[in-house]
């Protein structure tokens, strides 16, 4: 194989809804390219990108995937990306390294959800969009719907290149308003007949043509000048009115054929290589800086590790691509995340499940490589090891659980085979959390994580379960309360001895210091010696006052005390959860000559602080998220019906490019299996954001039923 140059490459992440058909195109453009001698077909389980064992038994793209073809003396490097939205994460890293968009639509469905989501991730990343109406073999095919769907939701201008002559189950023959031809296919072999167009079609084609030709002018005042002047552009000018175009995201060019009868692959490819940029050309990748970098094949050697898989026989595979410069087997280069050596020992160029080993790579070609000692996802290879690219935007989870092994004695291996997931799937998070005493797993929906199980069960033979898991509440009081505690212990020799009295209150950012209180019905004047503002790890703050006089305790007892009020914080009066935003002035004591120490004060703080709470108001808060729902118009009634169940609390309604937009703050512990209802209610159209927004105060009810069940867990323990 070649060693290609930045210019003779295109980088082409294939994106659109399920079922739109990107894993077939890829097998069509890899076989025009004699990559592979035979397309491989979905219901065989031979395609050369979908080649796990969970993608065979779900019959589509649970990954994403690399594969290249070489066509016309360029390189295609081309990812196969799954087109559910609990698998964007594959999505998210293509784009990090891609320069184009191939926006598939299924002819039968027009502009989906799916493809809303996927058009906004691609405007995220800048970049660039061409269309490719699939599946006009169907026989629902429906041109014209399809297009009017792009027109009326695509947040860029669909502008048509080709249209069916006869879309349908006899599906063979394209006209392309652009090289003013008619192809004309047999059967499905990819091989193509140049014919004039037929005089019945003119009228068509000279609309068509008229949009393409002025949309074209309108990017470059040169060419607009010359369209006014003598009212055409020729093929090449064309060309570059559409590059431009393309490369500033004003437009998107709509080609049209069937992957699987592999019609209209071979033009599509050209019109990649013909317009798209390479490289050297595209939108810089980013330094951590914000620096752009340019894919300049005389600067220093930088790769960007954008994925790592485990693949069995193989052991870590790492893809990478060359930001600058050229990488040559054998070369030594440094990682710029933990400053050690690492040998290209071997590297392939990617062709799904296959292979191909090349000895070179220049800037802005994609490859992998194996066996690398201490590199994972978005680490950077430099040759000086002090460059650092921008690491790839990833989405908010949307989905969480709480896990455990099946046999408790698996729980170590759980942890260290959850972490390497973690490192091949970004959008998996994991974390162990102290305050609720459960392994808590996140990801984007239920379907991403049952995958997850799946592997665990079935490639390392762990059986684990999923549950609801608990909710970070936390406790806060509602007005001032005070009281006062007394330690007093004696049992032969050195007894203990500390008496507290404080007044807690509720805190916000910014209150004045107080002055006075009210303290059994009289007046109780402060002057406040010292404060000390705790910014308590869980969100909200501990303000701890002392203001005492006359020496009634002792300064040195002040921490002690400080330290008691904490642990009561981190294991909340009400329910055991943490409590915030509190302020506790310390007024009075007592003090033993003999008996008094700090683990009296400390004892005496923490009670006067729990008898002061159960009467200042004592409030439970709630984790409060944003949430933004994309779903089509007639599936509306029911998701907003759904949400006011869960206690929601509507904040705007709207539309955004044929689809209704919901936003609300909905309290976490109403949005467990949210993903999954929401999928059901909408047969997989709709699709959701999720944030934490607040802690917000509980409904009564609510907390009358919190209190309750951690009284019964008490009793239980």
């Given at each position: 194989?070649?060693?290609?140059?930045s210019d003779e490459i295109k980088n082409v992440v294939l994106l659109g809804s399920s079922g739109s058909g990107?894993?077939?195109?890829?097998?069509?453009?890899?076989?025009?390219?004699?990559?592979?001698?035979?397309?491989?077909?979905?219901?065989?389980?031979?395609?050369?990108?979908?080649?796990?064992?969970?993608?065979?038994?779900?019959?589509?793209s649970i990954y994403s995937s690399l594969l290249f073809t070489e066509f016309n003396s360029r390189k295609l490097?081309?990812?196969?990306?799954?087109?559910?939205?609990?698998?964007?994460?594959?999505?998210?890293?293509?784009?990090?390294?891609?320069?184009?968009?191939?926006?598939l639509f299924n002819a039968q469905n027009g502009f989906e959800v799916g493809s809303e989501i996927q058009a906004?991730?691609?405007?995220?990343?800048?970049?660039?969009?061409?269309?490719?109406?699939?599946?006009?073999?169907?026989?629902?095919?429906?041109?014209?719907?399809?297009?009017?769907?792009?027109?009326?939701?695509?947040?860029?201008?669909?502008?048509?290149?080709?249209?069916?002559?006869?879309?349908?189950?006899?599906?063979?023959?394209?006209?392309?308003?652009?090289?003013?031809?008619?192809?004309?296919?047999?059967?499905?072999?990819?091989?193509?007949?140049?014919?004039?167009?037929?005089?019945?079609?003119?009228?068509?084609?000279?609309?068509?043509?008229?949009?393409?030709?002025?949309?074209?002018?309108?990017?470059?005042?040169?060419?607009?000048?010359?369209?006014?002047?003598?009212?055409?552009?020729?093929?090449?000018?064309?060309?570059?009115?559409?590059?431009?175009?393309?490369?500033?995201?004003?437009?998107?060019?709509?080609?049209?054929?069937?992957?699987?009868?592999?019609?209209?692959?071979?033009?599509?490819?050209?019109?990649?290589?013909?317009?798209?940029?390479?490289?050297?050309?595209?939108?810089?990748?980013?330094?951590?800086?914000?620096?752009?970098?340019?894919?300049?094949?005389?600067?220093?050697?930088?790769?960007?590790?954008?994925?790592?898989?485990?693949?069995?026989?193989?052991?870590?595979?790492?893809?990478?691509?060359?930001?600058?410069?050229?990488?040559?087997?054998?070369?030594?280069?440094?990682?710029?995340?933990?400053?050690?050596?690492?040998?290209?020992?071997?590297?392939?160029?990617?062709?799904?499940?296959?292979?191909?080993?090349?000895?070179?790579?220049?800037?802005?070609?994609?490859?992998?490589?194996?066996?690398?000692?201490?590199?994972?996802?978005?680490?950077?290879?430099?040759?000086?090891?002090?460059?650092?690219?921008?690491?790839?935007?990833?989405?908010?989870?949307?989905?969480?659980?709480?896990?455990?092994?099946?046999?408790?004695?698996?729980?170590?291996?759980?942890?260290?085979?959850?972490?390497?997931?973690?490192?091949?799937?970004?959008?998996?998070?994991?974390?162990?959390?102290?305050?609720?005493?459960?392994?808590?797993?996140?990801?984007?929906?239920?379907?991403?994580?049952?995958?997850?199980?799946?592997?665990?069960?079935?490639?390392?033979?762990?059986?684990?379960?999923?549950?609801?898991?608990?909710?970070?509440?936390?406790?806060?009081?509602?007005?001032?309360?005070?009281?006062?505690?007394?330690?007093?212990?004696?049992?032969?020799?050195?007894?203990?001895?500390?008496?507290?009295?404080?007044?807690?209150?509720?805190?916000?950012?910014?209150?004045?210091?107080?002055?006075?209180?009210?303290?059994?019905?009289?007046?109780?004047?402060?002057?406040?010696?010292?404060?000390?503002?705790?910014?308590?790890?869980?969100?909200?703050?501990?303000?701890?006052?002392?203001?005492?006089?006359?020496?009634?305790?002792?300064?040195?007892?002040?921490?002690?005390?400080?330290?008691?009020?904490?642990?009561?914080?981190?294991?909340?009066?009400?329910?055991?959860?943490?409590?915030?935003?509190?302020?506790?002035?310390?007024?009075?004591?007592?003090?033993?000559?003999?008996?008094?120490?700090?683990?009296?004060?400390?004892?005496?703080?923490?009670?006067?602080?729990?008898?002061?709470?159960?009467?200042?108001?004592?409030?439970?808060?709630?984790?409060?998220?944003?949430?933004?729902?994309?779903?089509?118009?007639?599936?509306?009634?029911?998701?907003?019906?759904?949400?006011?169940?869960?206690?929601?609390?509507?904040?705007?309604?709207?539309?955004?490019?044929?689809?209704?937009?919901?936003?609300?703050?909905?309290?976490?512990?109403?949005?467990?299996?949210?993903?999954?209802?929401?999928?059901?209610?909408?047969?997989?159209?709709?699709?959701?954001?999720?944030?934490?927004?607040?802690?917000?105060?509980?409904?009564?009810?609510?907390?009358?039923?919190?209190?309750?069940?951690?009284?019964?867990?008490?009793?239980?323990?």
């Amino acid at each position: 194989m070649k060693t290609y140059q930045s210019d003779e490459i295109k980088n082409v992440v294939l994106l659109g809804s399920s079922g739109s058909g990107k894993t077939t195109l890829a097998e069509a453009m890899a076989f025009e390219g004699k990559v592979i001698e035979r397309r491989g077909a979905i219901e065989s389980d031979s395609t050369i990108s979908d080649y796990t064992e969970i993608e065979h038994i779900y019959k589509r793209s649970i990954y994403s995937s690399l594969l290249f073809t070489e066509f016309n003396s360029r390189k295609l490097n081309i990812f196969d990306t799954p087109g559910s939205d609990d698998f964007c994460g594959g999505l998210f890293s293509a784009f990090a390294v891609a320069d184009t968009g191939v926006m598939l639509f299924n002819a039968q469905n027009g502009f989906e959800v799916g493809s809303e989501i996927q058009a906004r991730y691609a405007r995220k990343y800048a970049k660039p969009l061409i269309g490719f109406v699939n599946q006009l073999d169907s026989e629902k095919a429906n041109w014209d719907m399809t297009i009017e769907s792009i027109r009326e939701s695509s947040p860029v201008k669909p502008v048509v290149v080709q249209f069916p002559v006869n879309p349908g189950p006899d599906f063979d023959s394209i006209v392309d308003v652009l090289t003013m031809k008619m192809y004309k296919f047999k059967g499905d072999t990819g091989i193509r007949e140049e014919m004039e167009i037929p005089a019945e079609l003119n009228d068509r084609v000279e609309e068509y043509r008229s949009i393409l030709v002025e949309t074209a002018a309108e990017n470059d005042e040169a060419l607009m000048e010359k369209f006014f002047d003598e009212g055409a552009l020729t093929i090449d000018e064309v060309r570059k009115g559409l590059s431009l175009g393309v490369a500033h995201q004003g437009m998107m060019p709509i080609f049209c054929g069937s992957g699987k009868m592999d019609i209209g692959v071979k033009r599509l490819m050209e019109f990649v290589i013909n317009v798209t940029p390479s490289p050297d050309k595209a939108i810089p990748m980013k330094l951590n800086d914000g620096t752009p970098i340019v894919a300049d094949m005389s600067a220093e050697t930088v790769l960007y590790v954008f994925k790592t898989a485990v693949e069995q026989h193989i052991g870590e595979v790492s893809y990478f691509r060359v930001i600058s410069g050229k990488v040559v087997e054998g070369q030594e280069l440094v990682n710029s995340a933990n400053g050690n050596k690492e040998k290209i020992s071997q590297m392939f160029a990617v062709a799904g499940k296959n292979r191909v080993k090349v000895a070179e790579m220049c800037a802005g070609d994609i490859g992998c490589t194996v066996k690398l000692k201490s590199t994972k996802t978005d680490n950077t290879l430099s040759t000086s090891g002090d460059v650092k690219i921008e690491p790839a935007m990833m989405p908010s989870p949307r989905y969480r659980c709480a896990v455990r092994a099946v046999n408790t004695s698996d729980e170590e291996k759980l942890g260290e085979l959850l972490n390497r997931m973690r490192a091949e799937d970004p959008t998996i998070l994991v974390e162990y959390s102290k305050e609720l005493k459960q392994t808590i797993l996140q990801g984007q929906g239920e379907h991403h994580l049952n995958i997850l199980k799946w592997t665990l069960a079935n490639q390392h033979k762990l059986e684990v379960e999923f549950f609801a898991p608990r909710i970070s509440y936390r406790e806060t009081i509602t007005k001032v309360a005070q009281a006062g505690y007394r330690h007093k212990k004696q049992s032969g020799g050195a007894g203990q001895f500390g008496e507290v009295h404080m007044i807690i209150e509720p805190y916000t950012e910014g209150m004045p210091d107080p002055v006075k209180y009210k303290v059994d019905g009289k007046d109780l004047n402060i002057n406040i010696k010292s404060k000390d503002e705790v910014e308590l790890e869980w969100g909200g703050k501990l303000v701890f006052c002392s203001a005492i006089v006359g020496g009634s305790i002792d300064a040195r007892f002040l921490p002690a005390i400080q330290k008691g009020v904490m642990e009561k914080m981190e294991e909340g009066p009400l329910t055991g959860s943490y409590a915030r935003d509190i302020r506790v002035v310390v007024y009075d004591g007592k003090m033993h000559p003999v008996d008094s120490n700090e683990l009296s004060f400390k004892l005496a703080g923490r009670n006067a602080f729990k008898e002061a709470f159960r009467t200042a108001g004592p409030k439970i808060m709630e984790p409060i998220y944003s949430v933004e729902v994309l779903v089509p118009s007639d599936k509306m009634g029911d998701v907003m019906s759904d949400l006011q169940n869960r206690r929601s609390i509507i904040e705007g309604m709207g539309s955004e490019k044929g689809l209704e937009k919901i936003t609300a703050r909905v309290p976490l512990a109403e949005m467990y299996r949210y993903s999954t209802t929401l999928s059901s209610l909408t047969n997989g159209r709709a699709t959701h954001t999720m944030k934490f927004a607040s802690y917000e105060q509980v409904p009564s009810d609510v907390q009358d039923k919190l209190l309750k069940a951690y009284a019964e867990t008490e009793n239980e323990d």
